[in-house]
């Protein structure tokens, strides 16, 4: 059984520029959600995909979105970046039909400029 | 609004010692409460979780206690050993629809030798 995994590890942007982080869902997993977790903060729910579709959104504007794939990988996209971006990208995933045991990934630190 | 609060932000117990977190909620829709265990350039790890219709649940060295009246629920480590150090969040979820985790803000807990 392989754990969940996120690429890159780090990226550094400058304000007003575009990013895609990745992850791959834990073996059997078909749903997918996403956190931001600032420095010193715990994660923030930005959105959750099952199936492909967007499940739930959290409290984040629209320049947040992402992606799901029929193999149940996911991409956040976010657009315009703006300083208070900067933190570390959680993915998380879990079976839809236990909705509650989530499995993180290692996270990726993006750092905004 | 914050829907889950956590105490203390940082706690500083000798080896062999109980570490205590507090956390509360708001929202009694609520009925899925995990602790997660997060170390330096991790992503969070499910330690251990609980549903409101118990009071109180053992793993290990890692118990859980909760109020359902108080809105209250707490994490004891017994026998506290360093490799225990770590940032330690509590979070809440409700289990229809779509899953999501409110998170509390975090618990630095250092375990001196």
């Known amino acids: 059984e392989t754990g969940v995994t996120q690429s890159p590890t780090h990226l550094i942007k400058t304000r007003g520029q575009q990013v895609t982080l990745r992850c791959s869902s834990q073996?059997?997993?078909?749903?997918v959600s996403w956190y931001q977790q600032a420095l010193g903060q715990g994660p923030q729910f930005i959105f959750q995909?099952?199936?492909?579709?967007?499940?739930g959104r959290g409290n984040f504007p629209p320049r947040f979105s992402g992606l799901q794939f029929p193999n149940y990988s996911s991409e956040l996209n976010v657009n315009a970046l703006e300083l208070d971006d900067s933190a570390l990208y959680l993915c998380?995933?879990?079976?839809?039909?236990?909705?509650?045991?989530?499995?993180f990934g290692p996270g990726t630190r993006l750092t905004v400029l | 609004q914050q829907q889950v609060k956590q105490s203390p932000q940082s706690l500083i117990v000798q080896k062999g010692g109980i570490s205590i977190i507090n956390c509360a909620y708001e929202?009694?829709?609520?009925?899925?409460f995990p602790w997660y265990q997060q170390f330096p350039g991790k992503g969070p790890a499910l330690l251990i979780a609980?549903?409101?219709?118990?009071s109180e649940k053992k793993e290990g060295r890692f118990t859980i206690s909760f109020n359902k009246s108080a809105k209250q629920f707490s994490l004891h480590i017994m026998d506290s050993q360093p490799g225990d150090s770590a940032t330690y969040f509590c979070?809440?979820?409700?289990?229809?629809?779509?899953?999501?985790?409110?998170f509390g803000k975090g618990t630095m807990l250092l375990v001196s030798p």
């Open positions: 998380a995933s879990s079976l839809f039909t236990s909705t509650d045991t989530q499995y």
């Open positions: 609980i549903r409101p219709d118990v």
């Open positions: 073996s059997g997993h078909n749903t």
């Open positions: 929202n009694t829709a609520f009925d899925y």
């Open positions: 979070a809440a979820s409700w289990t229809s629809g779509y899953s999501t985790l409110t």
């Open positions: 995909y099952y199936r492909e579709e967007e499940n």
